[in-house]
């Protein structure tokens, strides 16, 4: 079996994230935060653990600033949600996933106000064309870290300085990032950042949060009981409890500290630098074949190791098909959940085959992948 | 260790729940319902079996309406936010959990109407009472099967069959019932179940359901990628997809469809039985002791394994303090979430200890924890 579909979710994790899963669920699975004895409190600190080691990482002072969600579609809507109201105007790209998309569509029914900033083919946004498309009203730009199509890495750096001199808040979905590239919320002036836990950073399904500043007015959009001020039947305002109503995902969020410790002991950098090889190689032994269309940034270093290619004007369903059923290879073909991506580059008919590489692909795993796709290419 | 919180969250859980989470993420854990390799497919089948056992388990006739979510909470805000417009009217409980309570109180500030009908001392709710509180513009009735203070059961199929009557949406909070006794939406009338997962049902932390009766005008509160329509920014209609945004906790769902297995096999009235037998015994002898108080009903047909008790004034987190600390017992003290329920049966102030017996507690257990309380008693 070869995997090659990590920008959907990684596979396999480090061995030390089953083993710390079933550990969690068999010897302390008490529900955290809830009542006071021995195995609760051990289900909470485990809990503490892991949001103190995830705000390290993306540099965020006070843990009680990042909240766990199931996924990072839970987070972006949390952030997009519970932030914008009606006559306000939010700022994304053509270059979202519908976990980004949707619900900013959503809330046009609602009165909030959008445009949505085309990037070129390669998938790339200038932050001059977001510089454009502020108006006065403008509360938000909600952009991703990297494309989940074409892998282009964009330029948030940039346009959180931009973000942060208009007072315009910056979120950041890092779904295709965290875990890969490393991210610093201060140094890009980001005010919420919002990332699965079962891509980059190795975690099991599940998982996922989101960091919002110090001090920002977002609602939340789900309520219930969160094990504090348990006297009133009104929201607690108290972090990260506010947003964390309902029994967490305990032993999934312990796996998700086991994963990024493996991401922490490897060095996120050795992580970059493997996919970066390996998206090298196969990119440039791909160029040979005549054809094979090749989508995202030709420099190497703009993007991370998401790969969408077609073969002349074969259905990317059929390709995908021919890799699994012959060659045991198994990737993305299709939409992505990102329309107006697909759109961008050209590819909303016919769709595109992405390969995404993982920390466990290896330089033998791309070659057979390689000969696969030049095979099927001969036989067309 | 002698675990009596089974209400918060069951532990243990069968060992084969255990091995199968584990099996799930090392063996298929690829992103249900994305991709269409191999994999995937094994993934998505996985979580398609657990949808149909489910929903055979609650009599749900297509398993399409029933929704996976990260908890129960999430499941009520679905059906309470996705459901009250305003100006609609909603009649709830005095036993319920904050999961209900607050996404009602929070609605409030929208326009939409509640009345909290109150329980006797017991927890008891009297269908007439809910009859009183109906309105024209009523909505709604949402209320929990079996109150998580008092193990007090609700005369569901009692409001359901007005509920129906009155054309008015049946929501039933299945948090302490879901695995315990059995549910028929049917001849209940429930138009909305919610459940955890990981408390009767015995699955993982971090799973729960919502079942959504056919044809519904149900908005989704979360929108995000669904793997289908993908062509689209705009959420899709299409059942489970709609409400189902994002990665599911695929490896967790497996997990409770195992949970649910067990339950099968054992048969749900012996587990029902088993725990009858349990707090039967618990009460009768507990009534020996003079400065014990015991709440909820003294039919023990008309409560499950959930015992709240007090003794004379003193403080329930220190009982269970002292449970913990020197007889190694785990039981929760404070308000469980559910203020008006302690408001209810007088309890604001001290708080109560509650005892939850799960599948896994013995008699002997039971045995060496009144030995504890009479010890206790002997000390004040």
């Known amino acids: 079996m070869y995997y090659f579909d990590n920008a959907a979710t ?74 914008l109201k009606e006559g306000d105007h939010v700022i994304t790209t053509s270059m979202e996933h519908n976990s980004v998309l949707r619900p900013i569509k959503h809330l046009e029914l609602l009165g909030v106000e959008n445009t949505i900033v085309y990037a070129d083919e390669n998938g790339s946004i200038s932050t001059d ?40 808040l910056f979120l950041v979905d890092a779904s295709q990032s965290a875990g890969v590239i490393p991210i610093d919320v201060n140094k890009t002036n980001i005010d919420f950042l919002a990332f699965p836990g079962h891509k980059g950073l190795l975690g099991p399904q599940g998982t996922g949060g989101l960091f919002i500043r110090d001090g920002l007015r977002t609602d939340t959009i ?28 305990m ?16 060095g996120i950098e050795n992580i970059r630098k493997k996919e970066e090889e390996l ?7 791909l160029r040979k074949i005549e054809v094979v269309k090749i989508y995202g940034p030709t420099d190497i270093k703009q993007r991370v ?18 890799l699994d059923d012959r060659y045991d290879i198994y990737v993305r073909p299709g939409l992505h959940c990102s329309p107006l991506a697909h759109e961008t580059i050209g590819t909303m008919e016919q769709g595109a ?28």
Chains 1, 2 share one sequence.
């Open 10 to 83: 990684t596979f396999p994790k480090p061995d030390r994230v089953y083993d710390k899963v079933y550990e969690a669920m068999k010897e302390y699975a008490a529900n955290p935060g809830r009542s006071g004895h021995k195995m609760a409190l051990k289900a909470n600190r485990e809990v503490y653990d892991a949001r103190v080691l995830i705000s390290k990482f993306f540099h965020i002072e006070d843990c009680f600033n990042l909240i766990f969600t199931p996924n990072c579609t839970t987070a972006l809507n949390m952030a997009i949600q519970g932030t």
């Open 129 to 168: 064309s977001i510089k454009k498309a502020i108006r006065t009203n403008t509360k938000m730009i909600a952009m991703t870290h990297v494309s989940n199509l074409t892998g282009t890495i964009m330029p948030i750096e940039e346009v959180g300085e931009l973000a942060k001199s208009k007072g315009i």
């Open 222 to 249: 789900i309520q219930g009981g969160t094990g504090s001020e348990s006297y009133s039947i009104y929201q607690p305002e108290i972090m990260p409890d506010k947003f964390e109503s309902g029994t967490l995902n």
């Open 251 to 266: 032993p999934g969020i312990v796996g998700l500290k086991e994963g990024l410790n493996y991401i922490l002991e490897t």
């Open 279 to 285: 998206s090298k190689f196969f990119i440039e032994e």
């Open 305 to 322: 190791g998401v790969v969408p290619i077609n073969i002349m004007d074969m259905d990317s369903s059929e390709i995908s098909y021919i």
């Open 353 to 380: 085959v992405r390969f995404s590489f993982g920390p466990f692909n290896t330089e033998e795993e791309v070659e057979y992948l390689i000969r696969a796709i030049f095979e099927i290419t001969k036989q067309i």
